[in-house]
C-alpha cells in the first residue's frame, strides 16, 4: 500500500483524504492540534506540522511516495508564508526524500483580469495584485523541483463549491442587493468532487505540469447568480454598471487540457442546488 501525505487538510484536503484512505495509505497535516481528533477518521495518521517547518516535513516524507499541497491561506495578508514559503520549505526537503510525486492545488487567479477573454495553460500569468503573484511564485517554486523522478502536477482551480459549501450560501447575502458592475464577467467553478476526482486521476496517470481545474460550460457572474437565487426562491441581483466593478479576476478559463489527458467531469455544468 502505498503511503501518501496531504499538507493542509481543508475543504478539500479532508474530501481526497475519505477517498485515498480506502486504498492508500494517508497521512494528513494540521497546523491546529485541536483537529486531530477530528481528521483522525478520514487518515491513518495525523501530524501537526507547520509548512515552514522544514525538520518536522522531513521527518514526515521519510517512507512517503505522493505529496498532495492543498493548504489555504487564513487571511489576505497570510499569502505568502502560506503557500510561498511551505512550497521552498517542501522543496529543499524532497532534494533528501523518497517522494516521486507532488501535486498542488493553486488557483486560475494567475491569469489575473483578461477582459472575459478565453485563457489556456499557455496563457502567460499577470496576476492582478500581490496575492496573484506569490501563487504565481509558488507554482515556479514547485516547477522547478521536476525531474525524471519527480513528478510536479500543478491544477489551477476556479471557484470551490460542493456539499457545506453550496453556492446559495456563498452568495446568498447578494440576494437582493445592488452590485457594481454588468455582471458579465466570466465565472469559473469546480465541483468538489471534481477536484478530488481530478487529484486522484493526476495521481494515477502522474501527470505533470500545469492543468486548468474549473467547470467546462462557460457561464457569467450574472447568469451565475440568476440560476442560484431562482433555484432558491431569492430576489435577483440589481447591476449597476455606472460603478465599474472591481473584481481582478475576469477570464474564461479552459479545461480542455486536462480533458485531453483522459479525465471526465462529474460536474461539466454548474450545479445550482448543491
Not at 92 to 115: E, H, M
Not at 176 to 194: K, P
Not at 248 to 273: C, H, M, W
Amino acid at each position: 500500500m502505498a503511503n501518501v501525505t496531504i499538507l493542509g487538510c481543508g475543504y478539500v484536503g479532508q474530501a481526497v483524504a475519505q477517498r485515498w484512505r480506502q486504498l492508500l495509505m494517508v497521512t494528513v497535516t494540521t497546523t491546529t492540534p485541536d483537529r486531530i481528533a477530528e481528521l483522525a477518521s478520514v487518515a491513518q495518521n495525523v501530524q501537526v506540522v507547520n509548512g515552514n517547518d522544514e525538520a518536522g516535513l522531513r521527518s514526515l516524507l521519510h517512507h512517503q511516495s505522493v505529496v498532495l499541497l492543498s493548504v489555504g491561506a487564513p487571511h489576505a495578508n497570510a499569502y505568502e508564508e502560506t503557500y510561498l514559503q511551505t512550497a521552498k520549505t517542501l522543496v529543499a526537503v524532497l532534494k533528501q526524500s523518497p517522494v516521486n510525486q507532488v501535486i498542488y492545488t493553486g488557483s486560475y487567479a494567475v491569469y489575473g483580469d483578461r477582459q472575459g477573454a478565453w485563457v489556456d495553460e499557455t496563457t502567460a500569468v499577470a496576476p492582478a495584485n500581490r496575492n496573484g503573484e506569490i501563487l504565481a511564485e509558488t507554482e515556479q517554486v514547485l516547477l522547478s523541483a521536476a525531474s525524471d523522478s519527480l513528478k510536479v502536477c500543478v491544477l489551477r482551480l476556479g471557484g470551490i463549491y460542493g456539499p457545506g459549501r453550496g453556492l446559495v450560501k456563498i452568495f446568498g447575502r447578494a440576494a437582493g442587493t445592488t452590485r457594481s458592475g454588468n455582471g458579465e464577467d466570466a465565472a469559473n467553478w469546480v465541483h468538489l468532487d471534481d477536484i478530488v476526482g481530478a487529484i486522484d486521476f493526476a495521481r494515477q496517470q502522474s501527470l505533470t505540469g500545469i492543468y486548468n481545474l474549473v467547470g467546462s460550460v462557460p457561464i457569467t457572474t450574472r447568469e451565475l447568480l440568476e440560476r442560484v437565487f431562482a433555484a432558491h426562491n431569492l430576489p435577483n441581483v440589481r447591476w449597476d454598471a455606472a460603478q465599474t466593478s472591481t473584481r481582478p479576476y475576469n477570464a474564461k478559463v479552459s479545461n480542455q487540457k486536462l480533458r485531453d489527458a483522459g479525465y471526465q467531469f462529474l460536474y461539466p455544468e454548474i450545479v445550482e442546488t448543491v
